[in-house]
């Protein structure tokens, strides 16, 4: 049971180019999550998801697309990554959306 | 939306003291308040939650009270250890079901 697992760890890319993250889950969670994480930030919710084939925007969804094709995995694109995305990734998955989330290892991201 | 405000950003207790953190919330139809535990370089985990219906739960040396009037929780150690050093998000679940993080405290526990 690897629980919330992250593709890749880390990731260094050149403005303008695209990407996209992977997140999977063994859990049978029907909730999703995408975060950043910057310093004195706390964690921004990107986008979500509330079940197969679903997504909503969260409160920084700008620059960011996400799909839900299989309710296993949540993918996080970025289309022409910009410097300010510069930052740490996080994944989660829940039961529902009040119940505990938990949380990949994080992608670090850098760009150019 | 919801807002939500954590305070303080850092926290210095000595070993063996008790340290409070607090937050506030703006929506009043939220109905469940998790806290996270983030050490550094690692994934944040959850340490307690509490929904609506109760005041306050207890685990351990960890405590979470919360005063649905005044839109406030607050996460409560005692008896703090080396290990308790980390940051600690306080959440609250808003109207539309996303949750809301707020800013962290970085508590450190000193020798």
Redesign the interface.
Known sequence: NAGVTQTPKFRVLKTGQSMTLLCAQDMNHEYM?W?RQDP??????IH?S?GEGTTAK??VPDGYNVSRLKKQNFLLGLESAAPSQTSVY?CASSYT??Q??H????TRLSIL | ?ENVE?HP?TLSVQEGDSAVIKCTYSDSAS??F?W?KQELG?????II?I?SNVGEKKDQRIAVTLNKTAKHFSLHITETQPEDSAVY?CAA?NRD????????TRLHILP
Request: aromatic share 22%; glycine share 18%.
């Open positions: 999550y975060y004195g930030m706390g964690l921004r919710l979500y509330v969260g409160e996080f959306f009040n505990p989330q949380f990949g290892d994080g | 939306g954590q950003s109905n469940y998790p996270y690692k994934r944040p985990q959850l939650d929904r998000f679940q079901d996303k949750i809301i993080f707020g800013k962290g």
